[in-house]
């Protein structure tokens, strides 16, 4: 299983961001996926959740309404499209396979200057 992201970067306060996560390894149709996100000092947080055909979508409601997951399961990639985005949203974002403590991939830097 391999789970790589990216699209991080650093913008400002109101800015957006599209994060990318490149799958393989597995039947990716098969699995929900996940965004989840760590801020330095502090645990990991769940961020959306999406189930294996992208018909349904959760989120936490730190993010609802102004964060959006997709995936196209054609490319075998998931996507998380943050708008809005605020000081706090500025963390290490991981995408994870299947559930909270699934694997995961390396991350990509997300950094909201205010």
């Known amino acids: 299983v391999q789970l790589v992201e990216s699209g991080g970067g650093m913008v400002h306060s109101g800015g957006s961001l599209r994060l990318s996560c490149a799958a393989s390894?597995?039947?990716?149709?098969?699995?929900?996926m996940l965004w989840v996100r760590q801020a330095p000092g502090k645990g990991p947080e769940w961020v959306s959740t999406i189930n294996p055909r992208g018909s349904s979508t959760y989120y936490a409601d730190s993010v609802k309404g102004r964060f959006t997951i997709s995936r196209d399961n054609t490319k075998n990639t998931l996507y998380l499209q943050m708008n809005s985005l605020k000081p706090e949203d500025a963390a290490l974002y991981y995408c994870?396979?299947?559930?909270?403590?699934?694997?995961r991939g390396q991350g990509t830097q997300v950094t909201v200057s205010s």
């Open positions: 994870v396979k299947g559930t909270r403590n699934g694997v």
């Open positions: 390894g597995f039947t990716f149709n098969t699995e929900a």
